[in-house]
């Protein structure tokens, strides 16, 4: 009888984890998710995408129209409960279904909200506190960035070092800060077409304070701001390539920033 190679015992569990992709990911960058994905699976997850997921509710919330958002947020609910885990690439996100769902319900469907919220994490929270990256097989990035704090993802999620963190373990990155890099960068859902004019001063602001850095790269970590603040950028003729921080430590993307117009 031939010898046999003992099989490899696994050094770590195997994660069910349900990806939310995210409204703005969906139609807007769908290499957020792609990248979200392979960063998961590297960190050793069993990944899921549930194709039936919309929107978490946060638009209607927001706005106070808590009788829309209700329903969605049981749908989302049922949707994700099977799962261990769920990661979303989204500070604002992941803030409605861990800090909002549960305010939104009482009784039977209030703890399975605090449930779900109890194994809802966002995606740079996740890959630094849950299932960590193994070590990078690629040469360091050669490009000087810099990061936006997203108001959800700060004040809501606590995220602040983990994407740097991630992106000096994985891309060998040190982050070019922002001045005043905990402000607003003007975005804040529907406030920028409540109030445009101040709206557009903040991104202006924020954009200034970018270039100021010496920084080619402007990463962060939710859609909608980087979305606004490519738009901005893009109508003022800035050099400034702008991307989520998923794009960047999943691998050198091959497309175009966000809001580029070859996109």
Same mark, same amino acid.
């Given at each position: 009888?031939?010898?046999?190679?003992?099989?490899?015992?696994?050094?770590?569990?195997?994660?069910?984890? @349900?990806?939310?992709?995210?409204?703005?990911?969906?139609?807007?960058?769908?290499?957020?998710?792609?990248?979200?994905?392979?960063?998961?699976?590297?960190?050793?997850?069993?990944?899921?995408?549930?194709?039936? !997921?919309?929107?978490?509710?946060?638009?209607?919330?927001?706005?106070?129209?808590?009788?829309?958002?209700?329903?969605?947020?049981?749908?989302?609910?049922?949707?994700?409960?099977?799962?261990?885990?769920?990661?979303?690439?989204?500070?604002?996100?992941?803030?409605?279904?861990?800090?909002?769902?549960?305010?939104?319900?009482?009784?039977?469907?209030?703890?399975?909200?605090?449930?779900?919220?109890?194994k809802t994490w966002e995606l740079t929270r996740f890959l630094t506190e849950v299932a960590p990256l193994p070590p990078p097989k690629r040469p360091p990035l050669d490009a000087t960035v810099?990061?936006?704090?997203?108001?959800?993802?700060?004040?809501? !999620?606590?995220?602040?070092?983990?994407?740097?963190?991630?992106?000096? !373990? !994985?891309?060998?990155?040190?982050v070019s800060e922002l001045s005043q890099t905990e402000v607003c960068c003007g975005f804040g859902g529907t406030f920028c077409t409540k109030m445009p004019a101040l709206s557009t001063k903040?991104?202006?602001?924020?954009?200034?304070?970018?270039?100021?850095?010496?920084?080619?790269?402007?990463?962060?970590?939710?859609?909608?701001?980087?979305?606004?603040?490519?738009?901005?950028?893009?109508?003022?003729?800035?050099?400034?390539?702008?991307?989520?921080?998923?794009?960047?430590? @999943?691998?050198?993307?091959?497309?175009?920033?966000?809001?580029?117009?070859?996109?």
């Open positions: 009888m031939e010898n046999q190679k003992p099989k490899r015992r696994r050094t770590r569990p195997r994660r069910d984890v @349900a990806l939310m992709v995210t409204c703005l990911a969906d139609l807007m960058r769908p290499s957020v998710g792609f990248a979200a994905v392979r960063l998961l699976e590297r960190a050793g997850c069993r990944v899921t995408v549930p194709e039936r !997921q919309t929107c978490c509710g946060q638009p209607a919330y927001n706005n106070g129209d808590v009788n829309a958002a209700v329903p969605v947020a049981r749908a989302v609910i049922e949707m994700f409960e099977p799962y261990d885990y769920v990661v979303i690439p989204s500070g604002s996100c992941a803030g409605m279904l861990s800090r909002h769902y549960p305010a939104l319900f009482e009784g039977e469907w209030r703890d399975r909200a605090l449930a779900l919220a109890a810099t990061y936006h704090d997203g108001c959800a993802g700060l004040r809501e !999620q606590d995220i602040k070092q983990q994407p740097r963190q991630l992106l000096l !373990q !994985q891309c060998g990155v040190d903040m991104a202006d602001d924020k954009l200034n304070s970018a270039v100021a850095t010496g920084a080619n790269i402007l990463l962060g970590g939710d859609l909608g701001c980087l979305l606004h603040l490519a738009g901005r950028a893009r109508r003022r003729g800035l050099e400034l390539e702008v991307r989520h921080v998923a794009e960047i430590l @999943a691998g050198t993307p091959p497309g175009p920033g966000i809001g580029d117009p070859n996109g």
